[in-house]
Every structure is written in C-alpha cells, then in structure tokens.
Nanobody
Framework: QVQVVESGGGLVQAGGSLRLSCAAS????????VGWYRQAPGKERELVAR???????DYVDSVKGRFTISVGNGENTVYLLMNSLKPEDTGVYYC??????????????WGRGTQVTVSS
C-alpha cells in the first residue's frame, strides 16, 4: 500500500507564495506520475500540475508561469511552489501518485488534501 501525505497549505494574501509538499511512503517500485489537483468550493476537482518520471510536465493554463512542480532528490517527495497567488487559487489541494508496487501491481494513491486560502 502506498500512502501520500500533503503539507504546507495555509492562509496567504494575494500576491504571496506557498510551497506545498507531498511525501509518498510504502512499498513501491516506481512512481511514474505525480500530480497536484485542487478543488474549489462548489467546483469539480481539477488538475493543477503533473510531472512524469520521464520529465514531462503539464500545468493548467491558469497557473502557468506562477506554479512550479518539482520532485525531491529522493524522488519520494513532490513539491508545488505557488507564486503570485490569486484568490481564485483558493481550494483544497490534493497530491496524487501513480506507479508500480514491488509486486508489480499498479497503484494510484491520493492524499487527504491541504487547504490553501488566498485572501484579496
């Protein structure tokens, strides 16, 4: 079983910055894709940023140039650096990791989320 746990959310003023962290633990062979998603009140969960083991990255248009997804040296931690935050970035941010366990089974794990609130 693979667990992911997010941290780093909080309250910040518009224009400020936050860095979210996501730590993966458990028995896994490889993480193929890591991603950050968010869900604003009354809205569906949406992809914010995603990074593959091959180095490809994707961002939703609304965060391009402001957010950066990166992987830690040990590759068990993924970060989301959020600059120039806007009130519309408010929501619960979830981390997702997908890959293979040591038993060669696929996993797709979600964290419980961390709240980000941007005040105007």
């Amino acid at each position: 079983q693979v667990q992911v746990v997010e941290s780093g959310g909080g309250l910040v003023q518009a224009g400020g910055s936050l860095r979210l962290s996501c730590a993966a633990s458990g028995t896994f062979l490889k993480i193929n894709t890591v991603g950050w998603y968010r869900q604003a009140p009354g809205k569906e969960r949406e992809l914010v940023a995603r990074k593959t083991s091959g180095g490809n990255t994707d961002y939703v248009d609304s965060v391009k140039g402001r957010f950066t997804i990166s992987v830690g040296n040990g590759e068990n931690t993924v970060y989301l650096l959020m600059n120039s935050l806007k009130p519309e970035d408010t929501g619960v941010y979830y981390c997702n990791a997908a890959g293979l366990t040591t038993g060669d089974a696929a996993f797709n794990s979600w964290g419980r989320g961390t709240q980000v609130t941007v005040s105007s």
